[in-house]
């Protein structure tokens, strides 16, 4: 709702590392006009932190224009303005057993129909994921040629857990990897949240190279108490 959109952004209260490290490291990873190269954004942070609250804050901006001048903190919100209004957003929370891929596609597909993008991730073969998701963006890219697609996941340490026989997290983190390789030279971006580091996770050890794999492709964002105590 417009009232606690607009609430959650005036409110917003930004420590030293959210100011000078945070904000201008999510926003260069999110910024399709940047030149270096781009990765996924995962962001650390326990119950309590102000994960969920943090990735509200930056999608609600790279949603809508109209927000940013609410940021209460000068350079915060001259950094934020690089993403203010250039994104159509899907958020979501993962509580089920499907595989990621299955999931994601779904919701996907369901919000691309619901904002005029026909397109469906089915009848293109045995293509890896990282091909079908930049098929998706050709689609996406017509009919919104300004703007990008932004994807907020929160609590996929959860979901994963529940997923962590071998041959299905072997498969789920294959479509991180590919999630994250796509927010390179691409429009699409994509942040998730966890309560701890998915590589530090004692159940996934045995899936250590892959873990690797994912840890490349993506920016860590780590909430400390130091910041939540501010």
Partial sequence: ESDY??????????????????????????????????????????????KSHLMSLVSLIAEDEKLIDLVNDEKPRNDLRNISGKFKVLRFELGNTESLWEVITFQLENYLNSIGVSFSFDGHGPKPYF???????????????????????????????????????????????????????????????????IYHSPEFQFAADMLQKVNDRYKDIIITKEDVAF
């Fill in 5 to 50: 959109q607009q609430s959650l952004v005036k409110t917003f209260v930004f420590s030293k590392t959210f100011k000078n490290h945070l904000i201008p490291l999510m926003v260069r990873n999110l910024d399709f006009n940047y030149t270096g190269e781009s990765f996924g954004i995962q962001v650390v942070g326990n119950y309590g932190t102000g």
């Fill in 131 to 197: 091909d079908k998701l930049l098929l998706m963006m050709a689609e996406f890219e017509e009919k919104y040629p300004e703007k990008g697609l932004l994807v907020v996941i929160d609590e996929m340490l959860a979901y994963l857990k529940g997923r962590s026989a071998a041959d299905k997290l072997n498969q789920d983190l294959a479509v991180l990897q590919a999630l994250g390789q796509a927010c390179d030279k691409s429009k699409f971006k994509f942040i998730f949240g966890v309560q701890e580091m």
